[in-house]
C-alpha cells in the first residue's frame, strides 16, 4: 500500500507540475507528499567559484562559502515554504525536509524511505546539463533507484486512462501488477502495448496479460506493435490515448545504454505525460 510519495523539488516550473501531479494522486490513493530540496553541493564546494577566484585576483573561495550556502539555503526555505502552502491549499497531507548533496544520489537515498518518487523531467538547470553522457537527473534517478519513479512532464493534464508498455520481462512483470492495483483503485481504464514482431510470441504474452488482469476486474486493451521498442512506445503516447504510461526498467545497464540510452530513457525524455518506472 502506498502511503509516502517523494516530491524532490527546485522551484522549476517543471517541478511545479510535479507537485500538481502529487496532488493530484493524492485524490485517489491516501499519500502523504514528502517535498525535499537538495542544496546542491557541488554549487557549495565546486571546483567552478575557486577557480574563477584564481585566476581573477578575488579572495579565496572559502571567504565567499558562508554567504553562497546562506543564499542558497534561504532559497530552499523558499520553495519548500511553497510546496507546503500548496498542499495545505489542495487539503493534501505533505511534510518538507532539505538536504545537502549532490542531487540524484540524495533523491534516491531519501528515496528509499517513500513508496514512489515522483520526479521533474527536468530541473531548473537542464539547459547545462542537455546532451551530457549519462542524461539528466531524472535519467540517473530512474537508472539507479529501486524504489518506483514516476517523471513528469512540464505541464499538468489530469489522468483519466493509462498504458503500459509490457514485454514479458521481470521488470515488465512487475510494472504490471503496479499498473493494475492503481487502476483497480483509480478505475483508469488500461491499455497494455507490447512491441513484438513474433506473432506466437505477442500471442503468449498476450494470454500472459489477460490471466493476470483477470481477477482485478479492470477495463484492458490489448494492442500488439511492430517496431523498435522506444520508437513505437513514443508514438502510442503522442498519439494521446492515455495520460500516463507505465513501464518496467531493466536493473543492467550495457556500454550501448549508457551512449544511446535505454528504450525507457528514449521515452522519458521525450513523453508529454508522465511515465511511471517500475524495477
Not at 513528469?152 to 503496479?178: C, K, N, Q, W
Request: aromatic share 8%; charged share 30%.
Amino acid at each position: 500500500m502506498t502511503k509516502n510519495i517523494l516530491i524532490p523539488t527546485d522551484g522549476s516550473d517543471y517541478s511545479r507540475t510535479a507537485l500538481e501531479y502529487g496532488i493530484y494522486l493524492a485524490r485517489y490513493v491516501d499519500v502523504r507528499l514528502i517535498g525535499m530540496h537538495v542544496v546542491d553541493v557541488k554549487i557549495v564546494q565546486g571546483p567552478l567559484f575557486s577557480d574563477i577566484a584564481f585566476y581573477s585576483g578575488m579572495p579565496a573561495y572559502y571567504e565567499f562559502l558562508p554567504r553562497i550556502e546562506e543564499a542558497l539555503n534561504k532559497r530552499g526555505d523558499t520553495i519548500l515554504k511553497n510546496f507546503e502552502d500548496r498542499c495545505r491549499e489542495a487539503n493534501t497531507p505533505a511534510e518538507v525536509k532539505k538536504v545537502t548533496g549532490l542531487i540524484d544520489e540524495m533523491i534516491v537515498e531519501e528515496g528509499k524511505k517513500a513508496d514512489w518518487i515522483l520526479l521533474a523531467q527536468r530541473g531548473e538547470h537542464y539547459r547545462l546539463t542537455t546532451g551530457g553522457l549519462l542524461g539528466s537527473t531524472a535519467g540517473s534517478v530512474v537508472r539507479k533507484s529501486r524504489t518506483p519513479v514516476m517523471v513528469t512532464p512540464v505541464e499538468f493534464r489530469e489522468i483519466e486512462s493509462m498504458g503500459i508498455a509490457y514485454d514479458g520481462s521481470p521488470p515488465a512483470d512487475h510494472a504490471l501488477e503496479t499498473a493494475a492495483e492503481l487502476a483497480r483503485k483509480t478505475r483508469w481504464p488500461l491499455t497494455t502495448v507490447t512491441v513484438c514482431d513474433d506473432p506466437r510470441a505477442a500471442a503468449e504474452l498476450t494470454r500472459k496479460v489477460e490471466d493476470f488482469l483477470e481477477p482485478y476486474e479492470i477495463d484492458n486493451e490489448m494492442i500488439i506493435l511492430r517496431g523498435k521498442a522506444d520508437r513505437e512506445i513514443a508514438k502510442f503516447i503522442e498519439e494521446g490515448s492515455v495520460e500516463l504510461m507505465v513501464m518496467g526498467a531493466h536493473s543492467r545497464v550495457t556500454l550501448r545504454d549508457l551512449f544511446l540510452g535505454s528504450t525507457t530513457t528514449h521515452v522519458i525524455r521525450s513523453s508529454r505525460i508522465p511515465v511511471f518506472v517500475i524495477h
